[in-house]
């Protein structure tokens, strides 16, 4: 006698496939689908479906720079190496990125300035401001800037709904003059009390 005919039909497990405009019209609680419309598994609790996993971590990308990056652009330039792409599953999906970036200045470059990009479209920014220059964070700004190293970073939750390939990306300027350095310092002296250092950029998908 087949094992459902024990059970009953509704005490087997029977996972199926489908989208979220066509699930099963007779659910039976416990019962788990697949949407494939938004890549998610949802079940029915004997009332409404559920998606299971609310909050997940789907994927994960990163990229982390080992090496230095100089610039003298008055504009937004791109930090060379530190970017990452990633294709989300679903357009209702997030993206939390994660940026963490070592950099420094010249003296006499009185304004560094970061910001993150998706694309070719600025994100996690400040509002616009008169002259100010809208970015994410802002490096080493002192006297002593030949000498320092200075560490910031942001996390920002994306909201990007689509499925395409995205590539996330860190660019820096020095808004006045002189030179922006990444990973290391001005002076960048060879000796012991020089340094090197390592910036990174990690993206993860996220389930709403």
Do not use: H
């Not at 949802?42 to 559920?50: E, F, H, I, Q, T």
Request: aromatic share 6%.
């Amino acid at each position: 006698m087949p094992f459902s005919s024990v059970l009953g039909a509704s005490s087997v497990i029977r996972p199926g496939v489908c989208t979220s405009t066509t699930r099963p019209s007779v659910p039976y609680e416990g019962q788990l689908i697949y949407e494939t419309d938004t890549d998610r598994v949802a079940a029915y609790n004997g009332s409404a479906w559920v998606y299971t996993a609310t909050g997940a971590v789907l994927q994960v990308k990163s990229t982390t720079k080992t090496d230095t990056f100089t610039t003298t652009s008055t504009s937004f330039t791109d930090v060379t190496g530190l970017s990452v792409s990633i294709t989300p599953t679903s357009a209702s999906n997030k993206i939390l990125v994660i940026l963490n970036m070592n950099g420094s200045q010249q003296v006499g470059t009185n304004a560094c300035f970061a910001r993150l990009m998706r694309d070719s479209t600025a994100i996690a920014i400040g509002d616009a401001a008169g002259s100010r220059v809208r970015s994410t964070f802002a490096l080493i700004n002192s006297d002593a800037g030949d000498f320092l190293l200075d560490n910031a970073g942001m996390n920002f939750l994306d909201s990007p709904a689509t499925t395409s390939a995205l590539t996330y990306k860190a660019q820096v300027i020095a808004a006045t003059s002189g030179t922006v350095y990444v990973n290391r310092t001005g002076n960048d002296g060879d000796s012991t009390s020089g340094v090197r250092a390592v910036s990174s950029i990690t993206v993860m998908e996220v389930a709403p």
